[in-house]
Structure formats: C-alpha cells, structure tokens
C-alpha cells in the first residue's frame, strides 16, 4: 500500500524537525568553542562566529589535563563494552533459546534492575568496592559499569538471538557439527549486528557516565572525561565557557569516531547475517 504524497511530507517534516533537534545542541557547542570571550558574552549572539579562534582550545588544555583524562575513559569504556558483550552474548542465548522459570526469574530481574534510582545503590556499591580495594581505581570503574550495561545489553542481545531461526542449528546438528561448533559457526556470525549495536552503546554509555566515576574515583590522575569537564565551573558556580565547550567538543570526537567506525562493521554484518541465513 503506497503512502499518500500528503502523508510522506507529513513524515519527511517530521524527520526534519528531528534532525534539527539532534543537531542543534552539537551546531551551537561548535559555535561557541570558536567564538571569543566578548562574543560569547554578548546578549544576542550569533550562530557564526565573527571573529573564529583557536585560543579556547589551547585554553583548555592549559587549564585541566584533558588529553590524561580522555586516555583513562577510553581504557575504561573499551574495557566496559568489550567484556558486557563477552559476558551478555552467551548469556543472552541461554536465555532466549531455554526457557525455564531460571531464565523467565532472570528476564524479570533485568527488567526490575532498570526501575531503581543509581543513587539508591550507590552507598552500597561503595562498601562492597572498598572491601575488594577497588576504590579510586580503573578496573574498579570497568567492573561497575560492566554491571550497569548488562541488563541492558542482555535484553537487546536477547532479541537478536530469538531472530535466528532455530532450524539453522538443527540443520547443523544433522550436519554432524557439534554445539560449541554450531554457536560459533552458525550463530555468532548472525548475532553481528547486535553485537555491534551493543558494543556501541556500552561505549557510549561508558564514556560518557559521570555520577559513578564521581563516587568512585578521588585521585587526579585517575579522572575520566566527564570529572575534568566539570572542573571547568568555578567553585563560585561561573563557567569558563569558551574552553569548555572546546573541551566538549574535543570530548564528542571519539564518540563519533568510533561509531564512524562501527557503523560500517554494522552495515557489513546485516549483509553477511541476510546470505547466511
């Protein structure tokens, strides 16, 4: 059934209006890590920069460790997103293909997990931590965060392994392939795209999270990204504005970077997964 000519401009506006909606936070972070400080301070300023500089980037770096910073949350969110999928994907199969009261008490629990407030277990995490040495300390922030996207991870995952049909492993079992040879041969390359998609929102999620890093983290040295952004307000709560909206859009690059960079892998994997199956 085609869609009416007045229905389609119906859709193509809405899309647009939310494109704008993306990109109008992002636009306006650009604009003013170019601007100076007396555009920034004018009353009605503009989207172009008069006068464009560079001095708020080399502001930035003077004024806080960023580059020390941004290398402690890519170990993290590396880290974070490479082991949520190792441990979620076998999981998430288990789950999806045997289905008991274990794996419905699990399903529950993943659902449940996601209603309570992080503050609410934020004095208990930290004595467990404390217990295991693990405060102030980078894999102690891998392992919470690790912990924090696998309900997630697990779920999505999940839907992703209930899309491959189930006569694609009977087929290989008649073929004489075992069950360790048919998960890795014939599942997990059709479980790609979710994978990747997954990886890419616990990097995300990862390298952007601020509220546990502030808990758990004290030393200089070890803060992630977010910690340093924040320093860029004063203790009389004045903004330095111009090196932190520098600092900020330095912050997004590796994000869309390395989506750049997984978008093809995703692209790659949905063609593979479609002759596959």
């Known amino acids: 059934m085609r869609t009416r000519p007045a229905v389609r401009g119906l859709q193509y506006l809405a899309l647009l209006g939310y494109l704008v909606f993306l990109v109008f936070p992002l636009a306006w972070l650009v604009s003013t890590a170019f ?43 590396v880290s974070a997103s490479v082991i949520t999928v190792l441990l979620a994907t076998p999981a ?14 699990a399903l529950g629990w993943v659902l449940l997990s996601q209603i309570f407030p992080f503050i609410l277990i934020v004095i208990p995490l930290f004595l467990v931590l404390k217990q295991f040495d693990l405060i102030n300390s980078l894999p102690g922030l891998v392992l919470v965060y690790v912990v924090w996207n696998m ?19 009977e087929a290989a079992a008649v073929d ?35 509220f546990f890093a502030l808990v758990l983290l004290k030393t200089p040295e ?19 504005l111009g090196p932190l909206a520098a600092a900020s859009v ?17 692209s790659s994997g949905m063609l593979s997964g479609a002759v596959k199956g």
């Open 250 to 266: 330095l912050a997004t690059v590796p994000s869309l970077l390395f989506f750049a960079f997984i978008q093809r892998r995703l």
């Open 151 to 169: 309900p997630f991870a697990l779920w999505m995952l999940r839907s992703y392994v209930r899309a491959v049909p189930p006569a694609l492993e």
């Open 35 to 77: 601007k100076t400080p007396q555009e920034i301070a004018e009353i009605h300023p503009h989207w172009i920069p008069r006068n464009p500089t560079l001095r708020n980037f080399s502001d930035a770096f003077d004024l806080q460790p960023i580059l020390h910073a941004a290398g402690n949350s890519l170990v993290v969110a």
């Open 92 to 105: 998430a199969y288990a789950v999806a293909r045997h289905r008991s009261a274990v794996s419905k008490g």
């Open 222 to 240: 070890k803060l992630t990204l977010p910690l340093v952004l924040i320093r860029f307000i004063g203790a009389d709560g004045v903004a330095s």
């Open 176 to 210: 004489g392939a075992g069950r360790v040879r048919t998960l890795i041969s014939v599942v997990f390359p059709l479980l790609a795209p979710g994978v990747v998609a997954t990886t890419l929102f616990a990097f995300i999620n990862s390298w952007n999270e601020f």
